[in-house]
């Protein structure tokens, strides 16, 4: 009976400390998911290659040299826009997507999270572009569809 008594003491502690962490869960992520498109056919490309992408301002190649119809790129946290070039089999392209940035704090334990809203672009050179998810998330598997 006391050995008992001992085990549900135990158990009762070990998950009152458990209460006791904070859910750190963060849904929103600071990077979209761009799918490219034929736009002749409407059906994912799949014989675009990829020669580089990069984040005009920043000095980080986000790909190179693959043959893919889906990128996640980064969107910059220090401002409400990002600028990419895409120099593909196509040739050279570029978008400028603009967000609305907020900062929410989880906890005191977890800190703050960015929250990227109002997804949009104010240019791109590809023959054209949809925006399909105007906030990211973990949940979505695509942000941005883009046809040639």
Do not use: H
């Not at 904070?22 to 600071?30: F, G, K, S």
């Not at 990077?31 to 580089?52: C, E, G, H, K, Q």
């Amino acid at each position: 009976m006391k050995q008992a008594l001992i085990i549900i003491v135990f158990f009762m502690l070990v998950g009152q400390a458990c209460l006791d962490d904070p859910d750190c869960v963060n849904t929103t992520t600071d990077f979209i998911t761009v799918r490219f498109y034929d736009l002749a056919t409407n059906l994912p490309d799949t014989s675009l290659v990829l020669r580089r992408v990069t984040a005009i301002g920043s000095d980080s190649l986000l790909a190179e040299q693959d043959t893919v119809n889906s990128v996640r790129l980064p969107l910059d946290p220090r401002g409400s826009l990002t600028t990419y070039a895409f120099d593909t089999n196509l040739g050279r392209d570029t978008i400028v997507l603009v967000y609305n940035l907020g900062t929410r704090l989880i906890s005191e334990d977890c800190g703050i999270e960015f929250i990227y809203s109002e997804l949009d672009y104010s240019r791109c050179d590809f023959d054209s572009i949809r925006i399909v998810n105007r906030i990211p998330n973990e949940q979505v598997n695509e942000d941005i569809q883009i046809y040639n």
